[in-house]
Each structure stands twice: as C-alpha cells, then as structure tokens.
C-alpha cells in the first residue's frame, strides 16, 4: 500500500511538470527543456525568503509570489528569446531552450553553491486516513496535483480561454484569423507555466519520501521527461496516465531492488561478471524511468506516432 | 599562458572530433542527438579499460594492459556500435521525438558504465593509461628529433593528427554518395525510399560514424584529463554530461550544419575560446571559487558559451528576417 502511496503522490509530480512540457511544445512546437530550470529555480527562491519559523501565509504568500515571479520570467524569456526566432527550426529554439536551462542551472550554482535548505510548514507530519499512515506532504501534493491537473483539463476542454489556446495549438494561421492572439495564448501558456512549475519544483524540494531536499529537483525534473517522452510530447491524458506509470515502476522497482539484484546476478554470472556489475539501489531512480521512456519509443506502433516530426 | 593556449587547442580538438560526427548525424541526415557526451563516455572508459596497465589499476579498477592504439581501436568501435544499435532502435523518431530518446539512453549509458566498476572505478573514479603508443611513438613522452615534449604538449600534437585525420574523414564523406542519401532522408525521406534509398542503412551509417568521432574524442579526452569520473547522480553535469552533449550539438548548429568546412571551423573558434576562457579565468582571484571567489571557471564558461549560442541563433533570425 506505501509503495502505491508514494507512487501516486511521486506520479502526481511528474505529471505537474509533464503536463507543464507538453502544453508548452503543443502551443509552441517545440520540447522547451528550459521550463526544467524554473521548476529547479522555485524552490530555492522559496528557500531563500522562508524558515522552519515561518507561519503557513507568510508560506504561502512567499509561493504565489513566486509563482507571478517564474510567469513573468517565462513571458519575458517566451516573447524576448523565442518569439524572435519563431520563423527558425524547432532544432534552433530546442536549442535556446537548452542554454536558458544551462544559464539557470549555473545562477542557481553561483547563487546557492552549499544548495538551500527548504522547510515548509506541515514539515514531515504524518496523517492516517483509512488506517493508511500518511505523510502530510504526500497528500498535499496529490491534492494540489489533482487540482491544478484536472483544472487544467477543464479549463482546456470547457472554458472559452481554453479553446482558444487549443486552436491557437493545432492551427496558428487559422487561429489568428479567428482574432486570437498570440500574445494572449503565450500570456496564458506563461501563467501556466510560472504556477505548474513553481508548484511542482517547491513540492518536489519538500522534505518528504523519496524526495531528499532542493538538489535532487533538476534530477526528478529529468525523470519527468519519461512521460513526456512516451505521450509523444503531444497527448495530455497519455502523458497523465504514463506520469503514474512511470512512477509506479520506479517506487515498486526500488522497494523489491533485492528481488532484482538477485536476479540479475543469476543471469550476469553466466557470462562471469557478477562481481563486476551490480545495479546498486540507483537502478529505481536513474535506469527503470528511461528506460522505460525508450522502450516506449522504441516498441510504440508507427501509426500511433502522432505528426510531431518537424517539432 | 602556453599551458592555457596548449589545452584549449586540445579542448578545441576533441570538440572539433565529436562535433565532426554530430554534423554527419545532424547536418547531414536531420537526426538530433544529446547522446555525444555518453558516448564520449563510452569511448573514455572502454578505451582506458584496455589500455590500462596491471600497475596502473586501483580498487575495483580494472585493466588489460594492450597497447593503446589497440585499446583505441576496440574503444572506438564498441563506441560506434553502441551508436548505432541506438540508431537502429530510434530509426524512426525524428525532432523532439530523437532529442527525448537520446536523453534517455544518455542517462542509461552513464549509469550502466557507472555500474560497471571495472570501467568506471567507482566511488574512486578512474584513470586513463599513461602510455599512450602508437608503433615507435609514445604520445605521452613524445621525442622528436631529440627533442622531448611534456605530456600534455605530446597529447596536443595528438590530438592535433586525429582532428586532421577525421577532418579530411568527414570531409570525403559530406562529398560521398552515403552523403547524398543522407540528405535526401533528411528533406524528403518518404521520396528517398522511392529512389531505393535505404532510410535503415543510412540513418544506422550516420550513427554510426556519429559514434565513431565520440569514440575517438573520448579516447583521447581521457588521457587529457588523466582521471575522470563518469557518474549518473547528475546526469546534467559531469565529464560526460548532458550539458556536454548539449555544448557540442549547440556548436554544431550555431557552425551552420550545411557547409562541412564552415562548420568546424566555427566549432573549433567556439571551443577554443570557451576552453580559453575556462582555462584562464582560474587566474583571476576574484572570479575562481578556488581562490576566494565567487564563480569557477566552468560556471563562466557555461554562461558565456550559452550566451554567445543564443546571440548567434538571435542573429540569425534577425538576418533570415532582413533577406528573405
């Protein structure tokens, strides 16, 4: 039951920041790899601004403004880094992406070189719901994931704003013609962004299994890419379901790592290197999601593939 | 300030050698890839593994004791077929699809080798071997006409041959037949087919010659740097990182990935002056973490590597806007 807790309270991370990936490369064309330095940034920005003293507005009031904070980061970076390039290939904004992560990546590290220390106000306090021990942190996190999720579906699906931004994603010229505009849509996507992301990368820095603090956030934030990966950077319900798939996997994989190390020696020891090879108790974290990622990619019927060739 | 100038032409090199493979993965047939850092990586730890002596082994290090330029070789190959494997696997996946894939298999690449303590050390890390022979010559102790050059100058000249040697490779190869398949897979792959082009043969081909530069880049950036540690705790950072593979493939596309020619010499001025730039800014007192200050030298090359990408792209745009 625990490894399925984690499961669904790790699951509901990953598909914060999938979702957050996803949308954007719908909107836009484009897998913008930079949003991973947003969800890195947001935590120690709240780090920085609060204690374990801190009341739970003060908290609270901390996150919202970080939260406008990374939307308007985004927009400023959308409208003045991309829209300039958006007549060049996707290959050339994947790429600007990948320097604003490098950049962010590196103020982080000036900034922060010992790392920060994120305390929130419900700390590690457990709750037992259905004889089930649970910690407060993890059904927090399922709760706001669910939220933000299924808000995001139904503004998406039955709001006017989101079906502007939908038509705005499948047919920019049509969409234009229509009088939406694309400053709005990249307004909206901004918004998206700056709440997804902040909310993902300060639930992911908080103390709480298997979560181990602010400097494992760009590490998690990579293993969100797996769903994204396997949704073809264009399905939101695939890239939802795959997000508690892959999270899944990964919990039940370092809970039986035994069981697998065991195995593994069986079949490497024909081959004489059972002393040599171990997977070690990384294997959960830093094999099963890729690998998982590339099976999909690999094994996933061409026609399912959907036409996301150019981006 | 020679020592500075003597690594960063050294730096420039493997660059110019693993930038060299991605053109033809890249430039020529459209596939990207984020994997050149693994498999530098791959061609690092196999490489040492085989040319390692019994003396030189440590721990939980492992070693075979052949003579380099047979490690290399079995170092780059294995390299290269690893590439291609992993192009043969992906044959299909194009744009973010590829980008996404080879991330993945980054990821999975590190931690295997991290895994395999007899190529990666461990905790320890591991070491490049010191001789480096090849026939009658030693690059680690080069003597020439009785004059003797220190290590890091005789893995230049090195280094220097191999850039030279694949420079005029990859130069053949954008002029070949397999170079003209290629580019009609990258602009029209569906009409390619009906040419009798082979999609799998020459999209495995570019894989594999892709592997074979960062076989031998990483062959030769090991016994640089002497010791290197290939860990998947961060798979951004590190030797053989993400962000390594995102600096080449960043240098290959700011080069331009039409004109060979054009193209590696914009990657040999960029990778020169990003390692000049890493190099010499660690004698500034107020810049190196190591001397009191804030920022290390790897940070100021990150920001500045990634700002000159992004001003080129930006130029770029605003040219393409202005003639077109």
Redesign the interface.
């Known amino acids: 039951m625990s490894v399925l807790v984690t499961s669904l309270a790790l699951g509901s991370l990953y598909c914060l920041i999938a979702v957050v990936l996803v949308l954007h490369f719908k909107v836009s064309g484009f897998l913008n790899i930079g949003v991973l330095g947003y969800i890195a940034l947001a935590p120690y920005l709240v780090a920085s601004f609060t204690s374990e003293h801190s009341s739970i507005f003060i908290f609270l009031a901390v996150c919202l403004g970080i939260m406008f904070f990374i939307s308007l980061l985004s927009f400023v970076i959308d409208f003045g880094l991309f829209k300039p390039i958006s007549r060049l290939s996707s290959a050339m904004k994947v790429i600007v992406s990948i320097s604003v992560l490098f950049i962010t990546l590196t103020f982080i590290d000036i900034i922060w070189p010992s790392g920060a220390n994120l305390e929130t106000p419900v700390g590690t306090k457990s709750i037992s719901i259905f004889s089930i021990d649970l910690l407060l942190i993890d059904a927090i996190t399922l709760f706001v994931a669910f939220i933000v999720v299924f808000g995001l579906f139904f503004i998406l699906s039955k709001t006017i704003m989101g079906n502007r931004l939908l038509a705005f994603a499948q047919d920019q010229q049509t969409a234009r013609a229509y009088g939406v505009s694309p400053l709005y849509v990249k307004f909206l996507i901004s918004v998206f962004t700056g709440v997804m992301a902040s909310l993902a990368g300060i639930l992911l820095a908080s103390p709480g299994s298997p979560r181990v603090g602010v400097t494992s956030v760009i590490f998690y934030s990579l293993i969100a890419l797996s769903p994204v990966i396997i949704a073809r950077h264009s399905d939101l319900l695939i890239c939802f379901i795959s997000s508690f798939l892959v999270a899944f996997v990964q919990i039940f994989s370092s809970a039986n790592i035994n069981s697998i190390n065991e195995g593994f020696h069986g079949i490497v020891s024909n081959f004489g290197l059972s002393t040599a090879i171990t997977l070690g108790p990384t294997f959960a974290d830093r094999f099963v999601p890729f690998a998982i990622a590339l099976l999909a990619l690999i094994i996933i019927p061409s026609r399912w593939i959907r036409d996301d060739a150019n981006g | 300030m020679v020592d500075y100038i003597i690594i960063a032409v050294s730096f420039a090199g493997i660059i110019v050698i693993a930038g060299s493979g991605l053109y033809v993965l890249?430039g020529l047939t459209g596939q990207?890839s984020l994997a050149q850092g693994a498999y530098m990586a791959i061609g690092a730890s196999v490489t040492s593994y085989f040319a390692r002596t019994s003396t030189e082994v440590t721990g939980v290090l492992?070693g075979q004791g052949l003579v380099f330029i047979a490690a290399f070789a079995i170092g780059v190959l294995i390299t290269a077929l690893c590439s291609a494997i992993f192009g043969f696997?992906?044959i299909?996946?194009?744009?973010?699809?590829a980008?996404?894939?080879s991330?993945?298999?980054s990821?999975?690449v590190?931690?295997?080798i991290e895994?395999?303590?007899?190529l990666s050390g461990g905790s320890r890390g591991a070491t490049s071997s010191k001789y480096l022979s090849i026939g009658n010559l030693d690059f680690a102790d080069l003597t020439i006409a009785g004059h003797t050059f220190d290590r890091n100058t005789s893995i230049m000249m090195l280094i220097i041959i191999m850039s030279l040697v694949i420079f005029y490779y990859i130069r053949n190869v954008s002029r070949s037949p397999l170079a003209r398949s290629m580019r009609t897979i990258r602009e029209r792959d569906v009409e390619a087919q009906t040419c009798a082009i082979s999609p799998t043969k020459t999209i495995v081909s570019a894989h594999f010659i892709c592997g074979l530069c960062a076989g031998i880049a990483g062959a030769l950036y090991a016994p640089l740097i002497e010791s290197f540690e290939i860990s998947?705790?961060?798979?951004?950072l590190g030797t053989f990182g993400l962000?390594v593979s995102?600096q080449i493939?960043?240098f290959v596309?700011v080069g331009g990935m039409r004109n060979y020619w054009t193209c590696a010499g914009i990657i040999l001025v960029l990778a020169f002056l990003s390692s000049f730039m890493s190099e010499f800014s660690s004698s500034i007192p107020f810049l190196d973490?190591a001397q009191g200050g804030?920022?290390s030298p790897s940070?100021i090359t990150?920001?500045l590597?990634?700002?000159i990408?992004?001003t080129i792209?930006?130029m770029?745009?605003?040219f393409?806007?202005k003639h077109l």
């Open positions: 890249t990207i492992g696997l992906t299909r996946l194009k744009g973010a699809s980008i996404s894939a991330i993945a298999v990821v999975i590190l931690y295997l895994r395999s303590q007899f998947s705790a961060n798979p951004w962000i995102m493939l960043a596309v973490s804030r920022i940070q990150a920001i590597s990634s700002l990408v992004i792209i930006q770029r745009a605003q393409l806007k």
